[in-house]
């Protein structure tokens, strides 16, 4: 039976399982296949991602060659002209998409709409040259004719007049060209959101301020009354209270601000379709039960600290606060605990029976029971990017008040499903003694340290003796009895990971960076931090075969395997090892080199290992780590 390919079902069919490479691809086959697979490709769109920022950065090439040159922007006008009335879903990052999406009004059928953080491109609208050959007076006169005529046609009902003024009457710092153009691009981007009453997704980047400087809650909240499909908003650019936008926009499920920390977690009237908030806010224990008792189907809140007062909730008043009544909260995000915020989590932890994912900046010992009575459902622990500096000066050790905290948490919580967080390292080795208790484990990053290492005077010893026969004297039998137990403590703790059959993520490494604030040029932890990047961390997993990658062979579900900035001792034969044992293995941090060229020992060894490896699997995708920003303790 032959089956037509031409029939647009099936095309469309076929479609909806390709991405955006492979439709475009797949649109070059024939006519009809172009025009049932060209919606397709325009129904999302995001400049981040593909040929977006390739083809924009040769535009801005070109013009850094000559600053009069404007063929990017006509380009994207183009391209958002033809085909903005297909476009459902945006995501914006460049200033040139945006000022092309706002002055063509053609996308009118937005169901999402996303602007995230905006790099500014590093050019201006250049002035007309007249401009400079008018006197001062006449100049300043010339100004304040043209401002008035761009303050013209003000979009709908609010004036945007007070908060948005000429920046600068210096035109050698902005031109006025420019301010006339980022006017214009203000009122057009209102009229875009006013315009797509279906928008179901909003997200307004702080960025925005680069050429909105302040948008009046009132038109904000007359905007937002428009948009009544309005389920999921990120605000970071107007100040406003949540209650506030519940009042205009009652079916709202996902609410985020990160931008003010005065936010209150308060709300006037009841909102029962809020499932997911998230706001850079303190709050007292009454106001988060009040709060959850308010928000009835809460199932994700993100606070930045839960502070404490002198006259804290009772746990007769939570009680009564809550009416007996738990909430249905799943995942709780904390950014700080005061030292004494164990009596707060004793009166609010009771409350959260459901709760299975802790996200947590701050961990002390102090407060793990708490955790562990109360959350006894917990499968996920996550954590922030942020690690501790135990040593700010050679010799100089600080004490570190979360020390173990994490591990103690890990021992208690036997149903653990995750546990991502790579600004924390697991240095009691004590604790691989427990891994049986986390049958249904499948993803580990985190820091893993303590090990045993070489003392300096032991380590010049054992390179000149490996692999040599013997005899040998005294020193160097001592090298080689340290070196055998550090084996044994390596082979130990790799065997316990490898009981953990569930795992399919294993990453114990990060990109790791000194805090842009710190000052110090030495930071301890093995040596100087050169330009920012922490020195290789010694006391970890060496992961070679030597030192017991072998004992990792049961993990046959691998997909993702992570040591960037630790010191291993991989080499080509345990990436045959690697390759042959984990064939399910899809993504590597800890080789990935970028487009930089090798300059030091260490980057030489990671292309040629990467090299190695591609030629063994191909298919496995080499992907740079995350970053983890060290910082000292206080």
């Excluded at 709908?156 to 000429?166: E, R």
Aim: aromatic residues 8%; hydrophobic residues 40%; charged residues 25%.
């Amino acid at each position: 039976m032959v089956v037509s390919t031409d029939i647009p079902e099936i095309i469309h069919h076929i479609g909806t399982h390709l991405d955006p490479p492979h439709l475009y691809t797949s649109m070059q086959v024939c006519r009809s296949w172009n025009n049932v697979l060209v919606p397709l490709l325009w129904t999302s769109i995001d400049d981040s991602n593909y040929s977006w920022n390739r083809i924009l950065d040769s535009f801005l090439e070109e013009r850094r060659m000559n600053p009069s040159d404007s063929s990017g922007g006509e380009w994207a006008r183009g391209v958002f002209l033809k085909y903005g009335h297909l476009i459902q879903h945006l995501h914006i990052t460049r200033r040139e998409v945006l000022d092309a999406v706002c002055g063509m009004h053609a996308c009118t059928l937005l169901k999402t709409l996303k602007v995230g953080k905006m790099e500014p491109t590093g050019f201006q609208e250049l002035e007309h040259e007249w401009m400079y050959d008018l006197s001062p007076e006449e100049q300043q006169e010339m100004v304040e004719v043209r401002w008035t005529d761009a303050m013209g046609n003000i979009v709908d009902s609010i004036t945007f007049q007070q908060a948005f003024v000429p920046r600068s009457q210096d035109l050698r710092m902005v031109t006025l060209a420019q301010q006339e153009v980022d006017w214009e691009v203000t009122k057009e981007f209102w009229r875009l959101l006013r315009e797509n009453w279906g928008l179901q997704v909003l997200r307004l980047d702080e960025s925005l301020g680069m050429f909105m400087d302040h948008v009046s809650s009132e038109y904000f909240v007359e905007t937002l009354r428009l948009l009544e499909d309005l389920t999921d908003l990120e605000n970071d650019f107007v100040d406003i209270d949540l209650a506030v936008v519940l009042e205009v926009l009652p079916g709202l499920k996902r609410y985020t601000k990160f931008t003010n920390l005065y936010d209150p977690l308060s709300l006037t009237q009841p909102a029962r379709r809020l499932t997911h908030v998230e706001l850079k806010t303190s709050a007292t224990c009454h106001k988060l039960l009040q709060f959850l008792k308010d928000a009835p189907n809460l199932v994700s809140l993100s606070i930045r600290h839960l502070k404490h007062t002198m006259n804290w909730c009772t746990p007769e008043e939570a009680e009564a606060l809550m009416d007996d009544t738990p909430s249905q909260l799943q995942r709780l995000q904390i950014g700080t605990f005061e030292i004494h915020s164990r009596l707060l989590l004793e009166t609010v932890l009771p409350w959260m029976p459901n709760l299975t994912t802790l996200h947590l900046t701050q961990l002390y010992p102090g407060l793990v029971r708490s955790f562990v009575h109360h959350c006894s459902e917990l499968t996920t622990i996550e954590g922030s990017n942020v690690g501790p500096i135990l040593q700010v000066t050679p010799g100089r050790w600080q004490e570190n008040h979360e020390t173990g905290a994490l591990e103690e948490m890990i021992k208690g919580c036997p149903n653990l499903v995750k546990i991502d967080w790579i600004g924390r390292t697991l240095n009691d080795t004590s604790l691989w003694d427990y891994v049986g208790v986390w049958p249904n484990l499948t993803f580990l990053r985190c820091q893993i340290g303590g090990l045993k290492t070489l003392p300096v005077e032991y380590e010049a010893i054992w390179k000149q003796i490996k692999g040599l026969p013997g005899p040998f004297r005294h020193q160097e039998n001592k090298a080689l009895q340290l070196q055998e137990s550090i084996r044994r403590e390596q082979r130990l703790v790799l065997s316990r990971i490898g009981s953990l059959r569930n795992l399919r993520t294993l990453d114990i490494g990060a990109d790791f960076r000194l805090h842009k604030n710190t000052t110090w040029a030495n930071c301890g932890q093995g040596g100087t931090w050169a330009y920012g990047k922490r020195p290789k961390m010694y006391d970890c997993l060496r992961l070679s075969l030597e030192m017991g990658l072998d004992e990792l062979a049961r993990l046959k579900d691998l997909e993702v395997f992570g040591f960037e900035g630790i010191e291993h001792e991989i080499e080509e034969a345990d990436l045959g090892w690697i390759c042959e044992n984990w064939r399910r293995l899809k993504v590597m941090r800890g080789l990935f080199s970028g487009h930089l060229l090798a300059e030091t020992e260490e980057d030489l060894k990671k292309a040629r290992l990467q090299d190695a490896m591609r030629k063994l699997r191909p298919d496995v995708v080499h992907e740079p780590s995350g970053v983890c920003i060290m910082v000292p303790l206080s």
